[in-house]
T-cell receptor, first 114, second 115 residues
């Protein structure tokens, strides 16, 4: 049963600490998206990669957020330093644009910054 | 740039009745895909239905069906025989075909099914 795996599922951290979220896309999927979901803003696209190359990260606050895809099986989203306003659920999704599949979502990381 | 608009922030329906959720989109491309995702309180994003733009026939999945009007750029979701388990946020989404573009979501419609 292929699925997108996100870790950790929950994270509580103090303001100023570094947070790293990880995503393992479905094997063979060539596109990975990072979304942030809050009650106020809905689903915001932060960044996405195709064939491991970053295509668009205009949705990310550049001074504190960074996204990487060191290999085809791992995407990371890092926040340094974290702030209370970063509290949200962060979703990763993967797609095979070659096969025109729908996006498969991970279960999300619920981040709370206190 | 592509956009997706869901004009109904909240809707409610009585159990066993039918409800239609609206979605409009904007694109100048002809090759694209449309989706409806359901997000129950568990927060898991679940695909409800997908539609290929090149297909004229409206997609159906059991009690879920779409009304795809390509010229009007409209993609509404009809839920028949609503069940309590259908209570969720519903998101309309768009992606260009091939290796183009990103997956764009509407703001969502919160659907409540009442007993």
């Amino acid at each position: 049963d292929a699925r997108v795996t996100q870790t950790p599922r929950h994270k509580v951290t103090e303001m100023g600490q570094e947070v790293t979220m990880r995503c393992q896309p479905i094997l063979g999927h060539n596109t990975v998206f990072w979304y942030r979901q809050t009650m106020m803003q809905g689903l915001e696209l932060l960044a996405y990669f195709r064939n491991r190359a970053p295509l668009d990260d205009s949705g990310m606050p550049k001074d504190r957020f960074s996204a990487e895809m060191p290999d085809a099986t791992l995407a990371t989203l890092k926040i340094q330093p974290s702030e209370p306003r970063d509290s949200a659920v962060y979703f990763c999704a993967s797609v095979s644009t070659r096969m025109n599949t729908e996006a498969f979502f991970g279960q999300g990381t619920r981040l709370t910054v206190v | 740039a592509q956009t997706v608009t869901q004009s109904q922030p909240e809707m409610s329906v009585q159990e066993a009745e039918t409800v239609t959720l609206s979605c409009t989109y904007d694109t100048s491309e002809s090759n694209y895909y449309l989706f409806w995702y359901k997000q129950p309180p568990s927060r898991q994003m679940i695909l409800v239905i997908r539609q290929e733009a090149y297909k004229q026939q409206n997609a159906t999945e059991n009690r879920f069906s779409v009304n795809f009007q390509k010229a009007a750029k409209s993609f509404s979701l009809k839920i028949s025989d609503s069940q309590l388990g259908d209570t969720a946020m519903y998101f309309c989404a768009f992606i260009l075909g091939g290796s183009q573009g990103n997956l764009i979501f509407g703001k969502g419609t919160k659907l409540s099914v009442k007993p």
